[in-house]
């Protein structure tokens, strides 16, 4: 199951979905399917993430409030 922001789908109307591990990407539209709202996006500024910690470990870059954006 993939997450994401929980604002994902204010910015964009993403139609693909996951069937058996595959993406399945609708036929009935313009390269894969999908259109992004620009002044949505505008709402929710880049925030720069450190992946890394000193000790070279990766970070959780999940937020807290992910959602599950997939459904089978």
């Known amino acids: ?5 929980p604002w994902r789908r204010e910015v964009c109307d993403e139609a693909v979905t996951l069937h058996d591990g595959e993406m399945h990407i609708p036929m009935d539209r313009p390269g894969i399917g999908v259109d992004i709202d620009e002044a949505a996006i505008a709402k929710h500024p880049y925030q720069p993430i450190g992946l890394r910690h000193y000790k070279g470990t990766l970070t959780e ?3 807290a409030d992910a959602k599950a954006f997939f459904s089978a």
């Open 61 to 63: 870059i999940r937020p």
């Open 1 to 5: 199951m993939a997450s994401d922001v």
